[in-house]
């Protein structure tokens, strides 16, 4: 549920993106989603109602990353994905992209 809500939302916003890896030729800028967990944290009895998934969010730019950033966190915000952690990575110097994590998570019921 939330890789495919997740992947149409960055899509809208013109940004190549994939899951796990990006198998095509590297653009100036992309985002690669990355499953973290999938857990039934809301429950008082034998059968949880909701499913909680999380998942982080590798914005990786050639150029300034901050208005990509900016962008993003508005539109997860607005899609009502809760921001669990933000980091810069680094620079790769190898590839010469900044890289930049979101951590995001929903709740589903089930």
């Not at 960055?10 to 990355?34: Q, R």
């Not at 857990?39 to 730019?61: A, C, G, H, K």
Request: charged letters at 25%.
């Amino acid at each position: 549920m939330i890789l495919t809500e997740l992947n149409s939302l960055i899509s809208k916003l013109g940004v190549p993106v994939e899951t796990g890896i990006f198998s095509d030729t590297a653009p100036a800028e992309y985002v690669v989603i990355t499953p973290l967990s999938d857990n039934f944290e809301l429950y008082s009895d034998n059968f949880p109602d909701y499913e909680t998934q999380e998942v982080r969010l590798s914005i990786f730019s050639n150029g300034n990353y901050l208005e990509l950033k900016s962008r993003i966190i508005k539109a997860l915000l607005t899609a009502e994905f809760t921001i669990t952690e933000r980091r810069y990575v680094g620079h790769e110097d190898d590839t010469n992209y900044h890289h930049y994590s979101i951590d995001v998570t929903k709740i589903y019921k089930i």
